[in-house]
């Protein structure tokens, strides 16, 4: 049962626009940012939501490693293809831009493609797959991160936790949309368990002795020290087949970095050799494909809502009362926030605050009282 506050909808998008604005993004772009924020705690995906609000964001502007402006560039461009270089200006920005002309061509051409390099965190990757999906088409994006997952039989960390995601349109209310790591935990979970003051899971971080770790702040200082790595998909070894998660965290960090022409693994740590924060430089990578130069947008998504349908139906496990497809959970919490409004803990609380004060904004939250 929920026990924190809500926050209305409109309130906190309007509130996270006017903080952005203050911190020097342009108002039209600082829309786009909150929307991406809100969209994950839309779909009850906390840990890209409010929560990053001010760690992931106001602090690296503070910081230094994070530019409110977009200078957006584009290196290379074709009527199926674009490349840009953000300039270390807001990814989420970036993004917008890009899939905003991957949607264009693809209409026009049956599939586009486009890749970023020198960007920043773009926020849930799902936002930009259902883009397409919104639009009937199909949208899959990646993109790397900091350096967080160790290799298969390995315990440094080398690669992001670079989720793979695809977005499908279907008959239903909602897309079939598949937006995860390829590590065995994201690094925001981990975040949003040291927050709420609870420790990770067991088998998802070892230490570079091989050793399990579950606390979640160690880990996190642990990571960036590179004394710990995150566990790939299937887990540690061969024998819950890692070597899976491992191949596709390459396959992403390949992408993300050798299409754009940009930086990778040990190179987007954030941190100088002496230590001090300096700029991300992340790629992402983006494809969209029309169902209409196939078989059609209709068809398309019925067969799609058919398999899920299927899959749904099909038998279940003993003690298990429903079987989900890919986007259903996220459909779920929508529906059931949609009139609430966004919960925030009491450390977010605090942090909205902190920047509603040094900014000067006038807002009042219920949670005060």
């Not at 997952?149 to 995601?165: S, W």
């Not at 709420?196 to 979640?216: F, H, L, N, Q, Y």
């Amino acid at each position: 049962m929920e026990t924190r506050p809500y926050v209305a909808w409109e309130k906190m998008t309007s509130f996270m626009t006017d903080a952005f604005v203050g911190y020097g993004v342009p108002r039209e772009e600082a829309a786009i940012c909150a929307d991406v924020l809100m969209e994950a705690d839309r779909r009850g995906i906390e840990s890209h939501g409010c929560n990053r609000f001010k760690p992931i964001y106001i602090d690296r502007f503070k910081n230094g490693t994070l530019l409110p402006v977009t200078d957006l560039e584009i290196v290379k461009e074709t009527p199926t293809t674009c490349v840009m270089d953000a300039h270390d200006g807001m990814g989420m920005v970036a993004s917008y831009r890009m899939m905003e002309k991957l949607l264009e061509k693809a209409k026009k051409y049956g599939m586009a493609g486009g890749a970023i390099r020198n960007s920043t965190h773009y926020g849930i990757a799902g936002y930009w797959a259902t883009m397409a999906s919104d639009q009937g088409m199909v949208g899959i994006t990646g993109t790397n991160a900091r350096p967080s997952i160790a290799p298969t039989f390995g315990v440094e960390n080398m690669m992001g936790t670079n989720p793979i995601t695809f977005a499908l349109p279907t008959d239903e209310e909602f897309p079939f949309c598949i937006d995860c790591a390829t590590s065995i935990v994201q690094r925001g979970k981990i975040e949003y368990y040291a927050r709420e003051g609870k420790d990770t899971p067991a088998g998802m971080v070892i230490r570079e002795d091989g050793e399990a770790m579950t606390d979640s702040n160690d880990i996190l200082k642990a990571l960036v020290d590179g004394t710990a790595a995150l566990a790939p998909l299937g887990g540690i070894g061969e024998e819950m087949a890692g070597y899976k998660g491992y191949g596709y965290a390459a396959v992403v960090e390949i992408l993300s970095a050798a299409l754009a022409g940009g930086q990778f693994m040990k190179a987007l740590t954030g941190k100088s050799a002496d230590g001090s924060p300096e700029m991300y430089h992340l790629g992402h990578f983006f494809f969209v494909v029309d169902p209409d130069a196939f078989v059609g947008q209709e068809t398309f998504r019925k067969i799609a809502g058919d398999i899920c349908r299927s899959l749904r139906a099909s038998k279940k496990a003993p003690g298990c009362e429903r079987i989900y497809t890919a986007g259903e959970k996220e459909y779920l919490a929508w529906l059931d926030r949609k009139d609430k409004g966004v919960p925030v803990g009491e450390t977010v609380q605090k942090e909205i605050i902190e920047v509603r004060d040094e900014l000067g904004l006038d807002y009042h939250f219920d949670f005060e009282d």
